[in-house]
């Protein structure tokens, strides 16, 4: 049974580049949710995708956008790095089904470096 | 006032102890509460959840809920250097699981 998969695992960007990350849910889930984690902090939540839509936003500019394709899978964009940008980024998935039981399976994440 | 707070640690207790993290909440309305464990380096992974008042017991882990006081501990029984990790608290917010900070944890051989 395959978890969550997200890659890349690790990149290296500069200023007001772009950047796209991408996930493939755990088999059987249809919900994604993105997460920027920063050194030392816990996981603060960007968006989650259901049925292709954008269902819930954290506090994030719009820089930050993303997409769910119909099998399930993510990206997650982000526009004019900034160096506050660089974090280690997290795709969660879970069963939209069972409403929202807290339960997230996550990717070994995207580790950005914004130089 | 942040959503979920939590003491950053670090907590050092020796092999063998029990290690108490502590987390509060700022939404009286919360009805679930979770602690994931992340390993440096490594994406969090869930150990517990409790939705009732009171404690709730899975091994050599032990959830406690107060509600009123709006709390949440996590107490960790005969802890081991195994268990050196970042303990993250959580809470459902809407469609979303909103996260603490963590507590970094070391248990000492």
């Known amino acids: 049974d395959a978890g969550v998969t997200q890659s890349p695992t690790h990149l290296i960007k500069t200023r007001g580049q772009q950047v796209t990350l991408r996930c493939s849910p755990k088999?059987?889930?249809?919900?994604v949710s993105w997460y920027q984690q920063a050194l030392g902090q816990g996981p603060q939540f960007i968006f989650q995708?259901?049925?292709?839509?954008?269902?819930q936003r954290g506090n994030f500019p719009d820089r930050f956008s993303g997409h769910q394709f119909p099998n399930y899978s993510s990206e997650l964009n982000v526009n004019a790095l900034l160096l506050g940008d660089s974090a280690l980024y997290l795709c969660?998935?879970?069963?939209?089904?069972?409403?929202?039981?807290?339960?997230?399976?996550f990717g070994e994440g995207s580790r950005l470096t914004v130089l | 006032q942040k959503e979920v707070e939590q003491n950053s640690g670090p907590l050092s207790v020796p092999e063998g102890a029990i290690a108490s993290l502590n987390c509060t909440y700022s939404?009286?309305?919360?009805?679930?509460f979770f602690w994931y464990r992340q390993y440096s380096g490594k994406s969090p992974e869930l150990i517990m959840f409790?939705?009732?008042?009171g404690d709730k017991e899975d091994g050599r882990f032990t959830a406690q809920l107060n509600k009123a006081s709006q709390y949440v501990s996590l107490l960790i029984r005969d802890s081991q250097p195994s268990d050196s990790a970042t303990y993250l608290c959580?809470?459902?917010?809407?469609?979303?699981?909103?996260f603490g900070a963590g507590t970094r944890l070391f248990v000492k051989a």
């Open positions: 969660a998935s879970s069963f939209a089904w069972r409403g929202n039981t807290g339960e997230l399976f």
């Open positions: 088999s059987g889930h249809d919900t």
């Open positions: 995708y259901y049925e292709e839509e954008e269902r």
């Open positions: 939404d009286r309305g919360s009805q679930s």
């Open positions: 409790i939705y009732s008042n």
């Open positions: 959580a809470v459902i917010g809407g469609f979303k699981t909103i």
